[in-house]
Every structure is written in C-alpha cells, then in structure tokens.
C-alpha cells in the first residue's frame, strides 16, 4: 500500500518566491486525502497532474486565510466536471457557513453532495475508513486550530513463503490468508497458523501539524509516528516573534521530533522574509538528523 | 498618460491550460486598479513584478467565483505586508458579507480601510477620480452582474511648439497651459489661444464586459470606446450552448465590436474545453478585423 505525501504549497501568510500557502495531497492506497488548501491548490494538483476528483476526504486545519482559501475554487471546479461522490470535509466551526455564503451568492447548487464533520478542539477519532483513521491534534495557535494525524490500521500476518509445505492445498492457504490453524480432516492440528505466517507490516502513520506555538504536549500525542511534518516558520533567531505571533522554529520543530522519537520530520510553513531555506534545514538536523524540507511539487515517502 | 490593460487571468470557470480565471490590471497613469480577481490573481501579479500595493480601486463584476476568489487573499496580503492607505472596492451586493464572514473566523482587523461601494444593475457613474470615471454598464449573466467603462476626462489643450513665437514671457506660457488668450500691457489681444495650441487628446476608453449573453443593448453603451474587452467563453458553433448559460461566442463578441464601431476588441474567458485559441481569433475577425486574444501577462495598450 503507497502512503504518499505530496507538498502543494510551503509557504506561510502570503506567497513569496513561487512558494504557495499550505497544502499537501496524501495517498493512502487507492485514497487521496487533501490537507489544507490554501489559495491556488487546485492550480498546483492540475500541474502536478494529480486528479483532483479522486479526493474524498479534506481536512482544514484552522480558518487564517493561507490555510482554506482554495477550497471554494476547488469545489466548485469539481462540480463544474460533474463530480458525483460524496465528498467529506472536516474543519473548525465556521467553514460551513463561509461555504454556504459564497454558494449562496454564486446561486451555485453543487451536484455532489458535502459532508461537512465539526473538527472540535479535543482531541478525538474523526474518522475510521478501511485501511486507516485520522484523529485530531492539539495545537496552540491565536485561533481554534488542530493538527491531523493520519494512522494505517494493522495489516494481517503476511504467509512466509520460505517456510510453506509443498503439499498445502487452496483451501489451506485461503485459511492461513484469514490467520486460522490448519486442520487434517480427521480434525488434528497440523500447523499454527503463526508457524508459517510473519508478524503484520508495523502501521504507518503521519501526523501533520499546522500553525502551533512550541507546544510540548503534543510529543505525546505524536509519540513514534513515522513520519511528522512540523510548521517552522522561522528560524530561532526569531523565536520571541515566533512565540507572539503563536508560530514555532526549526529547532523547535525539531525537538519535538526528538522528544517524540519520530522516524522523520519534515520542516515547512516558511516566513517570506527568507528566501533560502537551507538554514532550516542545518539548525533543525542539529537537534534531529532525520529532517528535510518540504519543497513544493516533492512526494515524501511515509516508510 | 499611459493607459494600459494586463491581463492576468483570462479563462473561464475552471483553470486550465496554465490559463487562470479572470484579472486584470489596469494602470492609468499612477493609478493602479484591478478588474476582477480571480484563484492566484496575487501569485500572478508577484510573477509580473506588479505591487499590489499600488492598487487603489478594485471592480468586482459578479460573484462567480472564477472572478473573485483572489480577493481575500489579496487583501489579506495587503494588510500583512503593511499597507495603511484606503482602497475602494466596488462590486455587486453580497460581497461585503462574504469578507466579513471571512475576515470574522480568521480574526482579521485589517490595517487599512475598505470603503465597499455597491454595484448596481442600473448603469450609472461610480467613481469620478482625477484623470478618469469609470461608469457600469449593463450585461446579462445568470447572476447580478456588471460591465466597466473607465473614460479618461478629456486633457486640456497642448502648446504647438512649431507656431510659438520666440519672445514670449515665461507668464504667457502659463497662461496659454491654461488655456488663456495672451494681451499686452495696455490689455491688447496679442494671440487667441486656440491659435497657438493644439487641441486635447482624444480621452481614451476602455469598456470591461465581463460574463454576459449576447446583448445588443450593450452597443451603445460601448460606442466608440477605444478598447472593448467581452467575454467569448466560446466559439460560434457552441451558441446554443452559450445562450443557455448566458455566455457568448467570439463571433457574437465581434458583432458588438462592429455594431459599436470601437478601435480594438480584445477577447477572453475562453471555456476549458478549448486548447487552441487560435480559432477564437480567426472567428472574430471575420465579423471585426482589429481583433487580439488576451493573453496571460501580456500588455495591452489604450490608443
């Protein structure tokens, strides 16, 4: 199962040196899920050639502008192609009536149908689809504001083909697929079923965590996620303009990663008061060798 | 005085082709305003090295999103990056709502003042500036919607260096610039001034039509204008199809251009389903020969 994070946008507040406000694009399998979607977002999935009509869930961090103001853009320009399925959205109170207010004006009745699911500021399972969940994080931020976390459900023991008797016959391979025991017909045990089976891949999991101040009760929440993409608006020469305009830096995005001995972190949310983000990079591996840069149009690998 | 339309966006409903949806900038000597402001509109106007900040006046002409859901963003940018000067927005009922519902959930209180003027259906004069008016005019569109003539004020009379005679004072100059007679010290006419000057520039025009039907009523409101910019969302073998969705064809762009007998027609909001543009024009001019296409950052200027 692929389980791919895609940047469509980097960038914090205004765009600055073809750097667009947060967006990123997460496959999950045959899933695509959309998170945050700032202005310009469907222009970005059109260049990467990445088809916006197979998004079914999107999830809006918080209301500040560069974090939602695609999203009307894109839902229109998915009616307008005709688009049938349901589409989810989850996001803080307040997207519903902004929604509603712009297709209101437009006299715009959508052909599909949104269901728009309340993102509280508690942290909570908001949804459980096939193959993963997603619950919210809690974020410090000036207004109502939650992070996601994205996890992949256990997988089944997976057949150990070195050690598979010749003679098994369809049925006894379909009941080992179901994690049984295999029986004789006389009813005797002939192997366990964790004899010739290996342990379920380990899960997967993303945590993605919006515009937030250094915030330490979230290393529990993120604790060993594979892969945590962290805001790091400014470097921590600026921490004190961080810490009023409730943002975090590179080092600190970077300890959290260390406290909760995350597999990889991956920085973004940059000011546009830095045109080189080479420096994010360097002070964040002083604190967490495994981090990279978010770079627009890049896919991350979730491993 | 330049006088001088870039285009911005110039698609339709939905992004495609690297096409946006509908801005433009349009620069009146200092004066910068912005027509229109379609998804990206601010990313644009950064890639053309224009500053938004020199924006004074921005027309809205309906509330379909592709023509203005840039503007929140905009002016988000505006007051992050500092701005304390008034700006004027005009547009159709509806759209105050829909930034203050906006501006409320992201707790934005911006730093410089809107003063929103609502559009009306009834065509009349909404601004009466130094060098220009701009007045709506009348479309027919699905939703409340309106055209823009911006008129330059007729210049005043030029001095005819040729016809100059060498001995005049630096106060004679002054007084012909403001367009008086000349008299000698005992109050004798020396020269009329009409006989030493030459008369004003034409006042350019140019004539926004955004989204409308084929409207023949149009005409007159566009007699004569120097430049005519009106929507052909297709080409004339969609007609039905345009009539239907209150849109027009080239050809049917082109007949106002000619019935209006106007200098120039530039067309645009070209439908997605259209790579090439080319018939566009070649449609267009069979009707009215003094036809462009408008382009993506391309200049266009009013003569």
């Given at each position: 199962?692929?389980?791919i994070?895609?940047?469509?946008?980097?960038?914090?507040?205004?765009?600055?040196?073809?750097r667009?406000?947060?967006?990123?694009?997460?496959?999950?399998?045959?899933?695509?899920?959309?998170?945050?979607?700032?202005?310009?977002?469907?222009?970005?999935?059109?260049?990467?050639?990445?088809?916006?009509?197979?998004?079914?869930?999107?999830?809006?961090?918080?209301?500040?502008?560069?974090?939602?103001?695609?999203?009307?853009?894109?839902l229109?320009?998915?009616h307008?192609?005709?688009?049938?399925?349901?589409?989810?959205l989850?996001?803080?109170?307040?997207l519903?009536?902004?929604?509603?207010?712009?297709?209101?004006?437009?006299?715009?009745?959508?052909?599909?149908?949104?269901?728009?699911?309340?993102?509280s500021?508690?942290?909570?399972?908001?949804?459980?689809?096939?193959?993963?969940?997603?619950?919210?994080?809690?974020?410090?931020?000036?207004?109502?504001?939650?992070?996601?976390?994205?996890?992949?459900?256990?997988?089944?023991?997976?057949?150990?083909?070195?050690?598979?008797?010749?003679?098994?016959?369809v049925?006894?391979?379909?009941?080992?697929?179901?994690?049984?025991?295999?029986?004789?017909?006389?009813?005797?045990?002939?192997?366990?079923?964790?004899d010739?089976t290996?342990?379920?891949?380990?899960?997967?999991?993303?945590?993605?965590?919006?515009?937030?101040r250094?915030?330490?009760?979230?290393?529990?929440?993120?604790?060993?996620?594979?892969?945590?993409?962290?805001?790091?608006?400014?470097?921590?020469?600026?921490r004190?303009?961080?810490?009023?305009?409730?943002?975090?830096?590179a080092?600190?995005a970077?300890?959290?990663?260390?406290?909760?001995?995350?597999?990889?972190?991956?920085?973004?949310?940059?000011?546009?008061?830095?045109?080189?983000?080479?420096?994010?990079?360097?002070?964040?591996?002083?604190?967490?060798?495994?981090?990279?840069?978010?770079?627009?149009?890049?896919?991350?690998?979730?491993?």
């Open positions: 199962l692929s389980f994070v895609t940047i469509l946008g980097s960038n914090s507040a205004t765009p600055a040196f073809n667009n406000p947060t967006s990123q694009l997460l496959r999950i399998g045959q899933e695509q899920l959309l998170i945050d979607c700032g202005e310009g977002t469907q222009m970005r999935l059109l260049a990467l050639k990445q088809r916006a009509s197979r998004i079914r869930y999107i999830f809006i961090s918080h209301l500040h502008g560069d974090h939602y103001l695609g999203l009307v853009g894109l229109s320009s998915l307008l192609n005709g688009r049938e399925e349901d589409m989810h989850f996001g803080p109170p307040g519903d009536e902004i929604l509603t207010t712009q297709f209101k004006y437009s006299n715009t009745y959508l052909c599909y149908r949104i269901h728009f699911h309340v993102v500021t508690t942290p909570e399972t908001i949804l459980d689809a096939e193959s993963f969940t997603v619950s919210t994080l809690p974020l410090s931020h000036r207004i109502h504001c939650m992070g996601f976390l994205f996890r992949e459900k256990p997988g089944k023991r997976r057949i150990n083909k070195d050690l598979l008797p010749p003679t098994l016959s049925h006894h391979l379909k009941r080992l697929k179901e994690g049984k025991d295999l029986f004789d017909p006389a009813g005797n045990l002939l192997y366990r079923n964790e010739l290996l342990p379920p891949r380990l899960p997967r999991s993303y945590a993605f965590c919006s515009d937030t250094y915030e330490e009760r979230l290393v529990d929440y993120v604790r060993g996620v594979s892969l945590l993409y962290h805001e790091s608006t400014f470097l921590d020469d600026q004190e303009r961080a810490a009023e305009t409730f943002h975090s830096t080092r600190q970077a300890t959290i990663a260390r406290l909760a001995e995350v597999d990889k972190l991956v920085l973004g949310h940059y000011s546009s008061r830095y045109r080189d983000l080479v420096p994010f990079l360097t002070e964040a591996r002083e604190v967490f060798p495994n981090a990279v840069l978010s770079i627009e149009g890049e896919d991350i690998e979730v491993e």
